[in-house]
T-cell receptor, first 113, second 111 residues
Framework: DAGVTQSPTHLIKTRGQHVTLRCSPISGHKSVSWYQQVLGQGPQFIFQYYEKEERGRGNFPDRFSARQFPNYSSELNVNALLLGDSALYLC????????????FGQGTRLTVV | DAKTTQPNSMESNEEEPVHLPCNHSTISGTDYIHWYRQLPSQGPEYVIHGLTSNVNNRMASLAIAEDRKSSTLILHRATLRDAAVYYCILIRTGANSKLTFGKGITLSVRP
């Protein structure tokens, strides 16, 4: 079975631009979460979606938004990019039951110049 | 969210056991203890989790103190591939699947 897949793997954008990152969860997983990891830090929670509804949101500005599609894939959108948005963006999928493991993708490395 | 405290780094020799500690003195009765690890240039990977009893799986063992205020991840025979950042995370029953990562502990393995 394919794991969590994210695209693109690397991306370079200019300040002020918009970016869309994509995630395909493991087959059968209905929950998708997004995390931002800046260099030297642990991942920080951005969003969780389950059955196309937002179930949780971290402390990120409104420039960050996401959505989940009927096939449970997800997009993370970031508007008006800042240099500080440069990071590794990770997607994780899991089963809806509590306390089950989360499976992470390899991430998208975003560089804002 | 209850907080966890881990040392910044540890070193181990290959093929020797490694004990990675985690303190969580404010843990509540409904918090599960999860461990994830992140190898260089990869996303985090689930290792093990437990509530009260010690747990074993193919990757590691988790020893939980009787008062649950600390736990230890045990790698029985470290390999070079085990060099990674290890995160100890508490997840409350009834909460969503949000993972709150700290800085983790960086494990180096010497050949």
């Amino acid at each position: 079975d394919a794991g969590v897949t994210q695209s693109p793997t690397h991306l370079i954008k200019t300040r002020g631009q918009h970016v869309t990152l994509r995630c395909s969860p493991i087959s059968g997983h209905k929950s998708v979460s997004w995390y931002q990891q800046v260099l030297g830090q642990g991942p920080q929670f951005i969003f969780q979606y389950y059955e196309k509804e937002e179930r949780g949101r971290g402390n990120f500005p409104d420039r960050f938004s996401a959505r989940q599609f009927p096939n449970y894939s997800s997009e993370l959108n970031v508007n008006a990019l800042l240099l500080g948005d440069s990071a590794l963006y990770l997607c994780a999928s899991s089963l809806p039951e509590l306390n089950t493991e989360a499976f992470f993708g390899q991430g998208t490395r975003l560089t804002v110049v | 969210d209850a907080k966890t405290t881990q040392p910044n780094s540890m070193e181990s020799n290959e093929e020797e056991p490694v004990h990675l500690p985690c303190n969580h003195s404010t843990i509540s009765g409904t918090d599960y203890i999860h461990w994830y690890r992140q190898l260089p240039s990869q996303g985090p990977e689930y290792v093990i989790h437990g509530l009260t009893s010690n747990v074993n799986n193919r990757m590691a063992s988790l020893a939980i103190a009787e008062d649950r205020k600390s736990s230890t991840l045990i790698l029985h025979r470290a390999t070079l591939r085990d060099a990674a950042v290890y995160y100890c995370i508490l997840i409350r029953t009834g909460a969503n699947s949000k993972l709150t990562f700290g800085k983790g502990i960086t494990l180096s393995v010497r050949p």
